[in-house]
C-alpha cells in the first residue's frame, strides 16, 4: 500500500547572509512564506509550518496557494530532498517527482543517454528503460536532438525529455509541479494527455498548480497552502473557490462537466 503521512511538519530555510537590520519583524506579504528567526537568532524563512497530510491509494491531491505559500517546498519534502525542520514526513512507495528537472541530467551526454539515466534515477532498470527507448524518442519529438549533449537543448526541449521519461514509467507516487510549463501549447496539449494517463496508474498524486483547469483535470480535491500552512482541504471547486473566489470555483465546475465528472 502507498502512502503519504506528515505529522506537524515544519522545512526551514535559514538565511545566513540576510540584511538582518532591515528586516521587520514578523513579516508576512503577499509573497512567500514568513521570515523570522530560529533560537539562534538566525533568520529563517518559514517555508512550511506544522503540516499534517495523510494520503492514501488513490488520492489525487491539487495544491493551491500564493507564490512562495510552500507549494514546491512541500512536494520537495515529500520527495525526501528535504528533512522536515521538525515533525516527520513518512512515504511508502516509489515517488516519481516531476519538478527538478535538471536533477539526474547530464549536460555533457546525449538526449539518448540522459533518457536513460534519468530511468534509472526514477527507480527503473537500464533494460527496461531501453526498451521503452523509441517510444520516449518519438513522443519528445526531439528527432536527431537527442544525439546531441543536453547543453545544446532550450528549457522546453529539456522539459520535453523529462516528460518523456516520467510518462513512460509507472510509479506508485507521483509529485508534479508546475514548473513543466515550459513546453509550448500544443506538445503541452500532447504531455496532458499522457500525463492523464499517468496520474491514473499512479496510485497518489500531488499536484501543484496555479491551472485551474488543470487542477479540474488531474485532481479529485485540493489543498490550500497559505504562508506554509495548511489552511484548507477539500473538493477542487470548493478550495479554488475560497481561494481565489466564485468565479473561479464556477470555471472549475465547468471543467469538471465538460468531463462528465459532475
Ligand atoms: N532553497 C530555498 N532557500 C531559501 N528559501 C527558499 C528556498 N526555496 C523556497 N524558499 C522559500 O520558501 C517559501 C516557499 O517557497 P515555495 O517555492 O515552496 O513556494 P510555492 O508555493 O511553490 O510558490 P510558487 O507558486 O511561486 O511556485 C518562500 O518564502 C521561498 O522564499
Ligand atoms: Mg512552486
Not at 491509494?57 to 520527495?79: F, M, P, Q, Y
Not at 536532438?145 to 513512460?168: E, F, H, K, N, Q
Not at 496520474?199 to 498548480?209: N, P
Request: with cysteine; glycine share 12%; charged share 25%.
Amino acid at each position: 500500500m502507498v502512502s503519504i503521512d506528515t505529522y506537524d511538519a515544519c522545512v526551514d530555510f535559514p538565511i545566513f547572509d540576510a540584511k538582518s537590520r532591515s528586516l521587520k519583524k514578523a513579516f508576512l506579504g503577499a509573497a512567500g512564506g514568513a521570515i523570522g528567526r530560529n533560537s539562534d537568532n538566525t533568520v529563517v524563512i518559514e517555508a512550511l509550518r506544522d503540516v499534517n497530510l495523510h494520503l492514501n491509494e488513490g488520492d489525487r491531491i491539487g495544491l493551491v496557494g500564493h507564490n512562495g505559500a510552500g507549494k514546491s517546498t512541500l512536494l520537495r519534502l515529500l520527495s525526501g530532498i528535504y528533512e522536515p525542520t521538525r515533525g516527520s514526513a513518512v512515504v511508502d512507495g516509489r515517488v516519481a517527482p516531476v519538478f527538478d528537472l535538471g536533477v539526474g541530467m547530464d549536460p555533457e551526454i546525449s538526449g539518448y543517454e540522459n533518457i536513460i539515466i534519468r530511468g534509472l534515477f526514477l527507480g527503473e532498470g537500464r533494460k527496461s528503460m531501453e526498451k521503452k527507448m523509441d517510444e520516449i524518442a518519438d513522443f519528445t519529438e526531439l528527432g536527431d536532438y537527442l544525439s546531441m549533449p543536453l547543453r545544446t537543448y532550450s528549457t522546453g526541449m529539456r522539459v520535453r525529455l523529462a516528460l518523456g521519461v516520467v510518462t513512460s514509467i509507472e510509479p506508485e507516487i507521483l509529485l508534479l509541479d508546475e514548473g513543466i510549463g515550459a513546453v509550448d501549447a500544443s506538445f503541452m496539449e500532447k504531455a496532458r494527455i499522457r500525463l492523464q494517463a499517468l496520474v491514473e496508474k499512479s496510485g497518489i498524486l500531488v499536484f501543484a498548480s496555479h491551472s485551474n483547469e488543470f487542477l479540474a483535470q488531474l485532481c479529485d480535491s485540493a489543498l490550500w497552502v497559505d504562508h506554509g500552512q495548511i489552511r484548507s482541504c477539500g473538493p477542487v471547486d470548493e478550495i479554488v473557490g475560497a481561494y481565489e473566489g466564485p468565479n473561479a470555483a464556477e470555471h472549475v465546475r465547468g471543467v469538471l462537466k465538460d468531463l462528465g465528472r459532475l
